[in-house]
């Protein structure tokens, strides 16, 4: 009896160390140039490069879907890179585009990228039938409707001028910048040998988006251990270049412990802006490891709060001007960030090309608050919602500030926290009056998904006709100068008119291990685009 | 010895329930109230244990964190040892099928996870609040104590002096109110202690998993949120110390008492 359970505790603790050298990488384990490791917080939902609903799914389809090109901020000004493409046209009347695919682009299991490959993504993306959320990106092509549908015999500007180049038109000449990072960056493109005869409205729960073998981007799919991480495996035959870096990890590490990880160097890259990032608590520790490079640069997104303007209370724009000017929000950015971040009255990131430097934020002056209330008319015996979700700390944080400072201007505020998806439910439901979100956009200013009237991210429910008026202008205008006094005037309609009060532009903090060379970050990609190029020493 | 522990536990206690309802007297500060000029700020002459994430007095939400925990505590036993007590006598007084089906439910809501279930039944209540996470503890905790007083009522109903009040013509709740259960009280009395010391590590651990009290209301489990940061633990003790301390020191104290009460109630100790 006591033998047998000798060599029952052997053979556990056999197994058990078997379990920590066999995915060595994973489990640390040596340090080698083949592998590297990147930490997310939360894991993927699913990988449909046209559906996937967060920028977890998007951190990993991104290495291994690409679009046509690359975007990338620098000098304050956008600039394109080669992806799928390696060369695009725009035509004179910023309304014809026309793309070369790369000659040896090719899928993981060898077929050429086509410009039918292309074809089907876009037939499949505008079908109504279809669920996905690049509408908005494709929706200034001819033959579609705002959300980048199609309808019923349509269409679609596009034409096929060789197996590996085709023209696109868009309905309305249109700033070719805003059209190369729309279409050109943010479309990834789909497998039609694999997925053509899927019918549309079965597609988001097909198989393949949960094992997508058949990529066209520098690195392949191997396996995803739910909520442990995923392992992508370098495609040699990559068209840009094979990568150096033989397996990527991308494991999945709540916020807590990814300073750990970062200090025993189990990791090599934190994923980056929204995702994967260093803790406010930790980055000063951070600074001071020797191993690690701490990055922190100006990030596209921002936190604000919603009014839901179905609340005939929350409608006078008096009362939403009380509550910017309630808020401390520079004691947000200075405490709460330590100084990592900046305060802006609009959804243009201050690091934008397109920011409006004359739009100041509402300042803090309690004062005022309760005198624009008193105005209004304000109840100050009513109790509001201020709806948080949980995950982001320093948000949970802020939703006390701000109920504080709700309080001293008069206003009663009672927090609800929930979980992300049941305070998104109960958001887009119109249950709220005050509500908490964050948002990270692309480079272009336009941002109809959340401010337009009947707009997909339209979450406190406005429609305000100004602001449509201007947004639509903002679309349709091609001249990039002549847009850009489009887009100050539409900060300035914002900051007036105040469908959200935005709270702060955090930097994004993240930890690079030394012996990783060439991880870029930047403020426009929001992650690195050239993870091809990544090179892991040995050290 | 053991009764040296449970006088000090009742002194500790006793500390305990002025605190929280002297709170506003004692506590220096406004519990939510944000000072905008030091954030995690260490214990100083203005803020005797420092200032927690958001700039408020640590010291103050302390004191304040005493009511939530005692109010969960004892309101959500009181809760299910009625319920218990009433589910438990009548199994045991009437036997029979009513006992068979009374008892497969106890051991159906034993038999769950007791956390996995809370978590649950608080989420399913709508929102997590205080009134919430009390309601689902005083549900949830009933079948402890009815198995108790189902056992002791099954001895008892067989004893002479509830036969002779039977014989005499007394109506089936006076036997119960009358002679079972006050003969019945004393183990679910020190139950009751138990359950009260555990009432509020589950408050703590409901609060710390952001289901329980909600913000800005302190309770010593959220206090104990802002401590997930590495950082935090190794260098900021006063953020995660105190609150720690405070739940350790509630249970420790209750749990002497519940001892000192069964050694007192236990007939066997008692020759």
Redesign the interface.
């Given at each position: 009896m006591k033998g047998l359970r000798a060599r029952l505790t052997g053979a556990i603790a056999i197994v058990l160390i078997a379990g920590l050298l066999l995915p060595a990488g994973v489990w640390g384990g040596p340090k080698s140039e083949l592998v590297a490791v990147a930490g997310m917080w939360s894991p993927p939902n699913n990988f449909n490069p046209i559906n996937t609903d967060s920028s977890y799914g998007f951190y990993c389809v991104r290495f291994m879907f690409m679009g046509m090109v690359e975007a990338r901020v620098e000098n304050n000004q956008m600039k394109f890179f080669q992806a799928l493409a390696s060369q695009w046209e725009v035509g004179a009347d910023n309304q014809t585009y026309t793309f070369t695919i790369h000659p040896r682009a090719a899928w993981h299991d060898g077929k050429p990228v086509t410009a039918e490959d292309v074809l089907f993504t876009l037939m499949t993306i505008s079908d109504p039938r279809t669920e996905t959320n690049r509408g908005a990106q494709i929706a200034s092509i001819a033959g579609l409707d705002a959300r980048g549908k199609r309808a019923a015999g349509a269409q679609l500007g596009f034409r096929i001028l060789e197996p590996k180049k085709f023209e696109i038109k868009t309905t309305t000449p249109v700033d070719p910048n805003m059209f190369l990072e729309m279409f050109g960056a943010n479309v990834y493109i789909l497998p039609k040998h694999v997925l053509g005869n899927v019918p549309p409205d079965q597609l988001a729960r097909h198989p393949f988006f949960h094992n997508p073998t058949v990529g066209n981007g520098p690195y392949k799919f191997v396996e995803y251990k739910t909520d442990q991480f995923i392992e992508f495996l370098l495609n040699e035959n990559y068209h840009l270049g094979a990568p150096n870096v033989r397996r990527v990890f991308v494991r999945i590490i709540p916020p807590a412990t990814m300073l750990a990880q970062i200090e025993r160097a189990d990791l090599d890259v934190s994923a980056g802006f929204g995702i994967g990032e260093v803790l406010i608590e930790d980055w000063d520790r951070v600074k001071g490891m020797a191993h690690v490079r701490a990055v922190s640069f100006p990030a596209p997104g921002y936190q604000y709060m919603l009014f839901n303007f179905q609340r005939p209370y929350l409608q006078d724009k008096r009362v939403r001007r009380a509550f910017a000017h309630a808020v401390n929000r520079s004691l947000m950015v200075s405490q709460l960030l330590k100084g990592e971040g900046e305060l802006a009255e609009g959804p243009i990131p201050p690091a934008n090309p397109y920011f409006n430097k004359r739009v100041r934020p509402w300042p803090f002056d309690t004062a005022r608050a309760r005198a624009l209330l008193t105005e209004a008319g304000w109840d100050f015996n009513r109790t509001i919602i201020l709806r948080v979700p949980t995950g982001n700390i320093i948000r949970e944080r802020s939703a006390d500030i701000i109920r504080e400072n709700l309080i001293a201007a008069g206003v009663r505020v009672e927090i609800q926290k929930a979980d992300f998806p049941t305070n998104m439910a109960a958001v887009r439901a119109g249950n709220y009056d005050l509500g908490l979100m964050g948002w990270a956009g692309p480079t272009d200013p336009d941002v109809s998904s959340q401010y337009r009237t009947g707009g997909q991210y339209n979450l406190s429910h406005h429609s305000i006709a100004l602001m449509d008026q201007v947004l639509d202008e903002g679309v349709k205008t091609a001249d990039p100068t002549k847009r850009r006094a489009v887009y100050d005037r539409f900060q300035e309609v914002f900051a007036d008119e105040l469908p959200v009060v935005t709270l702060y532009y955090a930097n994004a903090r993240t930890a690079v291990t030394k012996r990783m060379v060439n991880v870029l970050f930047d403020a426009s990609g929001l992650f690195d685009f050239q993870v091809y190029r990544w090179v892991a020493g040995t050290q | 010895m053991r009764h040296r522990l449970a006088v000090v536990g009742i002194v500790a206690l006793g500390i305990l329930a002025i605190m929280a309802l002297a709170a506003p007297l004692l506590a220096p500060h406004s519990p939510?109230?944000?000072d905008?000029t030091t954030?995690?700020g260490r214990p100083s002459s203005v803020h005797l244990f420092g200032t927690d994430?958001?700039?408020?007095d640590v010291l103050s939400r302390l004191i304040y964190a005493a009511r939530v925990s005692l109010s969960v505590g004892i309101l959500a036993v009181t809760m299910y040892v009625l319920i218990g007590t009433s589910v438990g006598a009548i199994a045991g007084y009437y036997g029979g099928t009513v006992d068979l089906v009374l008892s497969r439910i106890m051991d159906i809501m034993l038999s769950f996870p007791p956390l996995i279930i809370i978590l649950f039944a608080v989420?399913v209540f709508g929102?997590?609040s205080l009134w919430n996470v009390i309601i689902v503890l005083g549900l949830l905790g009933w079948p402890a104590v009815a198995r108790l007083v189902r056992g002791q009522v099954l001895a008892l109903r067989q004893q002479e002096f509830v036969q002779a009040a039977r014989a005499i013509g007394a109506s089936d709740p006076v036997v119960v109110m009358r002679h079972l259960l006050p003969n019945a009280m004393a183990p679910v009395l020190v139950a009751a202690t138990f359950g009260t010391a555990n009432a509020i590590l589950v408050e703590a651990a409901l609060s710390f998993l952001?289901m329980g009290v909600?913000?800005?209301t302190p309770s010593w489990g959220n206090m104990l949120t802002d401590a997930?940061?590495?950082?935090?633990l190794e260098q900021?003790p006063w953020l995660w110390v105190p609150p720690g301390f405070m739940i350790l020191v509630s249970v420790l104290t209750i749990n002497f008492v519940g001892d000192g009460l069964r050694d007192a109630l236990d007939p066997s100790l008692k020759l």
């Open positions: - | 939510t109230a944000i905008p954030f995690q994430s958001v700039g408020r989420s929102r997590p952001g909600q913000p800005p997930q940061s590495l950082t935090v900021m």
